[in-house]
């Protein structure tokens, strides 16, 4: 079991989504940064889409009552196991009665960690998921973020699977994860509702990630991009990575809680190898955003599917290198 102590501004449970839910109108959900998830789910030895922990912005502290193993993965959050600090992308045993904390951003970048433990967060599953549906308030941890004093029920490993301590994920197979990272989109269906140099502006824009955003969607300021013509088009799906127009010509690019359809124009759609940089964004972080191919898309996904397929059983590194050298 393990019982949050401390929740900070935002820590549900989330697994890779139930994006085949789309079409009952349910929004996929998931992990915002899944790349982070599912790699600290190889550390510990567990399917990718085992459900763990996601904690924004740090200021949380969780208590183990087993001795277990497990793994942080994303923005470095400050962590620390009964003070002692313990690295990030890296598997560690952790104690009955002992205490992780995360105390908040450490670096450039970083907004979001990923709690991995070994045999995963065992939550009842609905229509295929344990992630937190926040908006339709189900799934998780009775479908709200997780409050001091919840406990929350952990499975067993599989047979035959021993979680080994000190594995680590090399930093040349994550994500480019910076401070103002470009986020690569390809162009969107409704451009010429849009002025000529619509997206010139918004490849030359220094974005900022406003404070009315959220796990559905980030409000980005800096630049307004204006209709060519007021127009008015029907309803159609959007996807997370999705950047919609509205009348005030802001942009609006949509995450993993995003409703499924949606009426204003769409300048274009982030590239889905590029969403963990997003993820990695909270209010006041700036960003940019590029026009590029789909052939650069393509590339880009498969070159993430590679890093992905890395088996850290095969590191020969321990957790002292790790400490030592990163």
Do not use: K
Not at 80 to 98: E, F, K, M, S, Y
Not at 148 to 160: C, S, V, Y
Not at 163 to 184: D, M, N, Q
């Amino acid at each position: 079991m393990i019982e949050v102590i401390t929740s900070g501004p935002l820590m549900t449970v989330q697994d890779l989504g139930r994006p085949e839910a789309r079409r009952y109108g349910v929004s996929p959900g998931g992990a915002l940064d899944s790349f982070a998830l599912t790699v600290a789910n190889q550390l510990v030895g567990n399917p990718p889409n085992s459900a763990g922990i996601e904690i924004t912005a740090g200021s949380a502290a969780l208590r183990f009552h087993i001795p277990i193993t497990i793994a942080l993965a994303g923005g470095d959050l400050g962590a620390r196991l009964d003070q002692q600090p313990i690295p990030t992308w890296c598997a560690v045993r952790a104690w009955p009665g002992a205490t992780l904390s995360l105390n908040g951003r450490r670096g450039a970048w970083g907004g979001r960690c990923y709690l991995a433990v070994a045999g995963g967060i065992q939550v009842p599953s609905l229509l295929g998921s344990r992630s937190t549906d926040l908006a339709g308030g189900f799934g998780g941890l009775h479908g709200r973020p997780l409050h001091p004093g919840d406990q929350l029920p952990l499975r067993r490993p599989g047979t035959g699977i021993i979680p080994v301590t000190g594995r680590h994920w090399p930093s040349s197979l994550r994500p480019a994860y910076c401070a103002t990272p470009t986020l690569r989109f390809i162009p969107g269906p409704h451009s010429e509702h849009f002025t000529p140099d619509t997206l010139d502006r918004l490849g030359r824009a220094t974005l900022r990630v406003s404070t009315t955003s959220n796990r559905m969607g980030y409000r980005l300021d800096g630049v307004h991009l204006h209709y060519q013509h007021m127009t008015s088009i029907l309803s159609l799906g959007v996807v997370p990575g999705t950047i919609q127009v509205p009348p005030d010509g802001t942009p609006i690019m949509l995450m993993a809680d995003a409703q499924t359809s949606g009426g204003y124009p769409i300048i274009g759609v982030l590239l889905s190898a590029d969403m963990p940089l997003a993820a990695q964004l909270l209010p006041g972080d700036t960003l940019h955003l590029a026009p590029t191919s789909l052939d650069t898309a393509y590339d880009a996904l498969l070159e993430q599917a590679r890093m992905l397929a890395h088996n850290p059983e095969h590191d020969e590194g321990d957790l002292l290198a790790t400490l030592a050298g990163g």
